[in-house]
C-alpha cells in the first residue's frame, strides 16, 4: 500500500518535472536575449549586438526544422528553434530600425552643418537584399530585406531536403550542419579574446548563462535520447564556453601590459 501510495505522489511529480524541463528548452534558449533587446530599446543603440549572432541562428534553426522532418525528434526542440526563429527575427527588426534612425539622425546633422558652410553633402545608398552585393550582405535598410533573405533560404534549403529526403547519408548530414552551426556560435568570441589577449567588453555573466544553459541542454540530449549530432555538438558547445571562461580566468590574473609607441603614436590602431 506504501508503494501504491508513493507512486501516485511520485508519478504527478515526475510528469510536472518532465513538462518544466521541457519548457525550459523551449524558452531557455531566448532568455540571454530579452535584456538585451530590452537595452537596445532603452539606449537606441545596437552597436552592441552583432546582427551576425542572429544570422547564426537562424541558418542553424531553420536547418534543424528541415531536419526533423527527415527524422524525428523530441517536440520541445522543434518548439525552440520556432521560438529561436521568432525571438532572432525581432532582433533585427529592432537593430535595422534603431540603425536606419541613428543614420537619419546623422544625416540630418551632417545636412545642418552643410547648410551652415554651404558645402555638398553625399546621401549613402539604400542597401537592398536584391542588390545582391556581397559587400553589404546581412547589412541592409530594411527588415524586409532580412524577411526575403531568410524565406530564399528557406525555400532552397525545404526544396533540397525535399529532393533528398529518402537520402539518410543527406538527413543525417543536414542535422549535424544544423547543430554544428549553433555550437560555432561562441568560437568568433574566443578567437577575438586570444587575439586581443583580453576579454574587454565581455560580459562574464553572459557567458555564465550561455554556460549553465548549454549543459543543462546537453543534459536533455543525452536524457531525451535525441539524435547523436545534438549531444555531440552540445558538448562542443560546453566546452567552448568553458574555454571562454578560461581565457577570462586567464587574462584577468596575467593582464596583458600595454605597449607604449614612442615613436608615431597617431598611427597606431586600436584592434
Not at 510528469?15 to 538585451?36: H, K, N
Not at 555638398?120 to 545582391?132: G, M, T, W
Request: charge should be neutral; proline fraction near 4%.
Amino acid at each position: 500500500m506504501e508503494a501504491e501510495g508513493l507512486d501516485w505522489l511520485l508519478v504527478p511529480l515526475h510528469q510536472l518535472v518532465s513538462w518544466g524541463a521541457a519548457a525550459a528548452m523551449v524558452f531557455g534558449g531566448v532568455v540571454p536575449y530579452v535584456p538585451q533587446y530590452r537595452d537596445i530599446r532603452r539606449t537606441q543603440n545596437a552597436d552592441g549586438f552583432s546582427t551576425y549572432v542572429c544570422l547564426v541562428l537562424l541558418v542553424a534553426n531553420i536547418l534543424r526544422i528541415l531536419f526533423w522532418f527527415g527524422r524525428r525528434f523530441e517536440s520541445p526542440l522543434l518548439w525552440q528553434s520556432a521560438i529561436m526563429i521568432l525571438t532572432m527575427l525581432l532582433m533585427l527588426k529592432l537593430c535595422t530600425e534603431v540603425r536606419v534612425a541613428n543614420e537619419l539622425n546623422a544625416r540630418r546633422r551632417s545636412f545642418a552643418a552643410a547648410d551652415s558652410k554651404d558645402e555638398e553633402v553625399k546621401v549613402a545608398p539604400r542597401r537592398s537584399f536584391l542588390d545582391f552585393d556581397p559587400h553589404h550582405f546581412w547589412q541592409w535598410s530594411s527588415f524586409s530585406d532580412y524577411v526575403q533573405c531568410v524565406l530564399a533560404f528557406t525555400g532552397v534549403a525545404g526544396y533540397i531536403t525535399y529532393l533528398s529526403i529518402d537520402s539518410t547519408l543527406f538527413v543525417e548530414t543536414l542535422g549535424f550542419l544544423a547543430v554544428l552551426t549553433e555550437a560555432m556560435l561562441g568560437v568568433p568570441q574566443l578567437y577575438r579574446n586570444h587575439r586581443h589577449q583580453s576579454t574587454e567588453g565581455m560580459s562574464i555573466k553572459m557567458v555564465l548563462m550561455w554556460t549553465s544553459g548549454d549543459a543543462f541542454k546537453t543534459a536533455y540530449f543525452l536524457l531525451k535520447g535525441a539524435p547523436l549530432q545534438f549531444s555531440v555538438c552540445g558538448l562542443l558547445q560546453v566546452l567552448v564556453d568553458l574555454a571562454i571562461l578560461g581565457q577570462a580566468y586567464a587574462f584577468a590574473r596575467h593582464p596583458q601590459k600595454p605597449v607604449l609607441h614612442a615613436v608615431h603614436p597617431a598611427g597606431t590602431k586600436a584592434l
